[in-house]
């Protein structure tokens, strides 16, 4: 089989329109230039769950299936696509910068994302650990101890891995979070215009979901190479 085979077909994702860990591997195959055939999956019923732990023995999703391979864990299957796509990595290479990197993709997963997902559920005692995510984001985006206009300087995951909850208060009426803080303004303001890491004429935002689509559970595909 020639290089660059497998990546002429298109990757099967099950997930869930709405949640952060699928929109965070949408993201990603549109940054890295990949095809995604999306299917939206149903967690409230018996029947799609049992298809899923076939392939995700815990249930978690997203799935992603790549030919005959499946692999579940968002964090390995946006590493398996920056691998499998286009473009540079999105993991740095400098060894304190991919550190740096790791450390804000942690905090948008355990503390930023859980605290956005509490409070657009109707949670209000969620706002202030919102508020002190979005700070502590807007703190770095300034650092002078970094070069570039993203979370670590250059373009990485860690920008994906905040992406989706920032969108989500948006898509929730608390967008006045993200225009009160300059720095944070600007960064998303970029996010939704950047063109993606393949050099594709593609923009990776377009790829998140409107509030009508996570109503219906509408899981967006990508198709880049079509």
């Not at 709405?18 to 019923?45: F, P, Q």
């Not at 997963?109 to 979005?134: I, Q, W, Y």
Request: charge should be negative; aromatic fraction near 8%; include cysteine.
């Amino acid at each position: 089989m020639a290089i660059g085979d497998h990546l002429s077909d298109v990757k099967v994702l099950w997930g869930v329109a709405g949640c952060a860990n699928t929109s965070k591997v949408l993201l990603t195959a549109a940054e890295k230039g990949v095809d995604i055939d999306g299917r939206s999956v149903d967690v409230s019923s018996d029947v799609e769950m049992n298809d899923i732990k076939k392939f995700s023995p815990f249930g978690s999703v997203p799935v992603l299936k790549d030919v005959d391979f499946y692999i579940y864990g968002t964090e390995a299957i946006m590493s398996y696509l920056d691998d499998k796509g286009f473009g540079p990595s999105l993991v740095p290479r400098n060894g304190v910068i991919r550190a740096v990197h790791y450390q804000w993709s942690h905090i948008a997963t355990a503390h930023f994302g859980p605290a956005v997902s509490r409070l657009t559920e109707g949670d209000d005692s969620a706002m202030d650990c919102v508020k002190n995510g979005l700070a502590a984001l807007e703190a770095q985006l300034n650092s002078r101890n970094k070069r570039g206009d993203y979370i670590v300087g250059e373009f990485s995951l860690a920008d994906i891995h905040w992406a989706p909850s920032v969108h989500a208060l948006c898509l929730h009426n608390q967008e006045s979070l993200i225009d009160s803080l300059p720095g944070v303004k600007a960064w998303w303001a970029n996010m939704k215009v950047r063109k993606s890491m393949s050099k594709e004429n593609y923009v990776a935002y377009t790829v998140l979901p409107s509030l009508d689509e996570i109503r219906s559970n509408k899981l967006r595909s990508i198709s880049i190479n079509v």
